[in-house]
């Protein structure tokens, strides 16, 4: 059987992670393990986008050995990976063999083909966004900031023959609608596709730059950063190998929107379809984390959140949640500390923290630790009762359209659902009534439900705490949702020794001012 097989961008071994990188590998995070809790096989890779101009400049500057460079930055991304407890399969560097040969055997096959031919080539160039660019893209008659300053540069180069693919590539999106998400980004491809392409010129000369994969036909030159990043979803797959295909075509490829056009609407699906490989089913664009007040995060302004000082603050299932319940898949979103700090306080440590911690603390005064059978339900409790089953079907579909906002939005109305029963059933009171015994057996076994629910619910989006919420409440963690349902599992179940799951944070003055 086939994998349901994700990929994330791979990030530039350039610069330090930030905010962007985060959110991303959180996002995919989520839809694998939503994916898997509905009983799917996935297989999840992210990576590090090691070769370019850019990387070798930094290199320079700080005086070391690109490869040095990337094998420092590539732990920096591992860690942040680790600390938001990104469950990939596979992560490659596009300096590992297994990638420089995929890369080579594509060049050779296309230029086998016919598909790659040399000319002389006189244009602007932009270091910065690393290829040749047209007066048609200035803006206002300017450069704009991810192209930076050009240069006017004439060289020999070799070209792949992209254009003549144009009026298949329409074709195919007109036939499949739903290549790209949100929709209206597959418009702006569209809009794209009615200027006419030029052909894509795919080498460097190493006069210029040393730091990429040799052209296997042509030892003079390395080839252009984004064939070879773009190939890094076939090559750790092991493409030519026969078990490619346990994993090829990929399901979704998540990447940001600024990588959209023309990189994977364009040059990636022409690449593969020259090649004679099967496209990917679908391309999810996300949006940006803008600074507070909507502008571009840039080192510059000093407006640039790092991820790892609310990790480190919060804690690594609060900056998910965050991420997840702010930002609606496909749009911007603004960072700001007021936000962040109001999810953490309401969503996390009131309704989900307090409501374990009352409940563990309930179960261990009242019922000797052991969660207590409930009694046939009375209104109330059939009440939450059936708000738990909906709050189940809804949120495996909003999981399934990648609704994450929508889904965690779900969840937490159970829970203030379940804070609400609670206010209403007052065990404390019950408690000191011995002719209450059953309403608060009913009731601490009613509210443990819906609380293990929500925690199966959240597990995609902070499988760390939902994990210790199941092991407090005196069950196992689970592996997927298939038949969960309003049941009697706490029966007899032994509560853990209560547990605050987000306590208090008494030092954001120091993270950076936003
Ligand atoms: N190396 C290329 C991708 C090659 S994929 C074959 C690249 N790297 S990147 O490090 O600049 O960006 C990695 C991902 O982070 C991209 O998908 C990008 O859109 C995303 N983000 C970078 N900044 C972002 C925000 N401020 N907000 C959200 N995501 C953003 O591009």
Redesign the pocket.
Request: glycine share 12%; proline share 0%.
């Given at each position: 059987m086939k994998n349901f097989y994700l990929t994330t961008?791979?990030?530039?071994a350039n610069g330090s992670p930030?905010?962007?990188?985060a959110?991303?590998k959180v996002l995919a995070d989520a839809i694998i393990r939503s994916r898997r809790m509905e009983g799917v096989n996935c297989h999840f890779l992210t990576g590090l986008?090691e070769h370019g101009q850019k990387v070798q400049e930094t290199a320079t500057q700080r005086g070391m050995a690109p490869q040095d460079l990337c094998d420092l930055v590539a732990q920096d991304f591992q860690k942040l990976c680790s600390r938001l407890s990104i469950a990939y399969d596979d992560y490659v560097r596009t300096t590992q063999l297994r990638h420089r040969t995929v890369v080579q055997s594509m060049l050779l096959r296309l230029h086998a083909a016919g598909e790659i031919y040399k000319a002389p080539y006189r244009g602007l160039y932009s270091t910065r966004a690393e290829r040749f660019v047209l007066e048609r893209e200035r803006v206002d008659g300017k450069w704009p900031d991810d192209i930076g300053d050009v240069v006017e540069l004439e060289e020999e180069n070799y070209f792949f023959k992209l254009s003549r693919y144009q009026g298949w590539l329409v074709e195919f999106l007109q036939k499949n609608v739903n290549f790209i998400i949100p929709s209206f980004r597959q418009r702006q491809v569209v809009e794209f596709l009615k200027e006419p392409l030029n052909d894509l010129c795919i080498s460097r000369p190493k006069a210029r730059l040393r730091w990429g994969i040799e052209l296997p036909f042509d030892a003079g030159y390395v080839t252009y950063v984004w064939f070879d990043?773009?190939v890094?979803y076939i090559s750790a797959v092991g493409y030519g190998r026969e078990d490619f295909f346990r994993n090829w075509p990929a399901d979704l490829h998540v990447?940001?929107?600024?990588?959209l056009v023309p990189a994977h609407a364009v040059y990636w699906p022409i690449i593969l379809h020259a090649a004679g490989v099967e496209l990917p089913k679908q391309i999810l664009a996300?949006?940006?984390?803008l600074a507070k007040g909507g502008e571009k995060?840039s080192k510059s302004l000093g407006n640039v959140v790092k991820p790892l000082d609310y990790i480190d603050l919060y804690g690594p299932d609060a900056f998910r949640y965050f991420v997840l319940r702010e930002m609606a898949v496909g749009q911007d979103s603004n960072f700001s500390h007021e936000l962040f700090t109001a999810r953490y306080q309401g969503d996390l440590a009131n309704d989900l923290g307090n409501l374990l911690s009352r409940l563990v603390h309930m179960v261990r005064c009242y019922a000797d630790g052991r969660f207590p059978t409930a009694w046939p339900a009375g209104p109330e409790e059939l009440q939450l009762q059936n708000r738990a089953t909906e709050t189940i079907r809804l949120v495996r579909a909003f999981y399934q359209s990648l609704e994450f906002s929508s889904a965690l939005g779900e969840i937490f109305s159970l829970l203030q659902e379940t804070n609400r029963y609670a206010e209403r059933r007052a065990p404390w009171k019950l408690a000191k009534r011995a002719s209450c015994e059953r309403e608060l057996e009913t009731a601490l076994a009613s509210m443990g439900e819906a609380l293990r629910i929500a925690a199966i619910l959240l597990t995609p989006a902070i499988p760390t705490a939902a994990q210790e919420i199941l092991r407090q409440l005196g069950l196992p963690a689970v592996s997927n949702w298939l038949d969960l349902a309003w049941s009697n599992a706490l029966d007899g179940k032994v509560v853990g020794e209560g547990t605050i799951l987000f306590p208090r944070v008494e030092e954001a003055g120091a993270l950076s001012p936003l």
């Open positions: 961008a791979i990030d530039y930030h905010i962007g990188h959110y991303e986008d990043a773009l890094n990447i940001g929107k600024d990588i996300h949006g940006w984390w995060m």
